[in-house]
Nanobody, 123 residues
Framework: QVQLVESGGGLVQAGGSLRLSCAASGRTVSHYAMGWFRQAPGKEREFVAALSASGAITYYADSVRGKFTISRDNAKSTVHLQMDSLKPEDTAVYSC????????????????WGQGTQVTVSS
């Protein structure tokens, strides 16, 4: 059974930074692309970022490119999302995902979801 456990969320002022982490277990993490989604209150869930199994290829939503950085440590089975220059509109529940294969694309299936961690950015 695959488990994805997020941590690192919290309350931060606008302009601040947070680093989210996702600890993965249950199948060989280094074989699968990983990513992050977010869902703000009253809005649809949206893709934030993803990276390939090796970590060599990254993908970002236009809204976070240049502000957020996704990375992974396969030796520790963890994925991180460094979030800088945060704005109130970044407030959301952020969820870690594991894809069905080693590369991301909009058509690649998400196999597993974490429970999510709340990020709140105050103005």
């Amino acid at each position: 059974q695959v488990q994805l456990v997020e941590s690192g969320g919290g309350l931060v002022q606008a302009g601040g930074s947070l680093r989210l982490s996702c600890a993965a277990s249950g199948r060989t993490v280094s074989h699968y692309a990983m990513g992050w989604f977010r869902q703000a209150p009253g809005k649809e869930r949206e893709f934030v970022a993803a990276l390939s199994a090796s970590g060599a290829i990254t993908y970002y939503a236009d809204s976070v490119r240049g502000k957020f950085t996704i990375s992974r440590d396969n030796a520790k089975s963890t994925v991180h999302l460094q979030m800088d220059s945060l704005k109130p509109e970044d407030t959301a529940v952020y969820s870690c995902v594991q894809y069905s294969g080693p590369f991301y694309s909009t058509t690649v299936r998400v196999d597993y979801w974490g429970q999510g961690t709340q990020v709140t950015v105050s103005s």
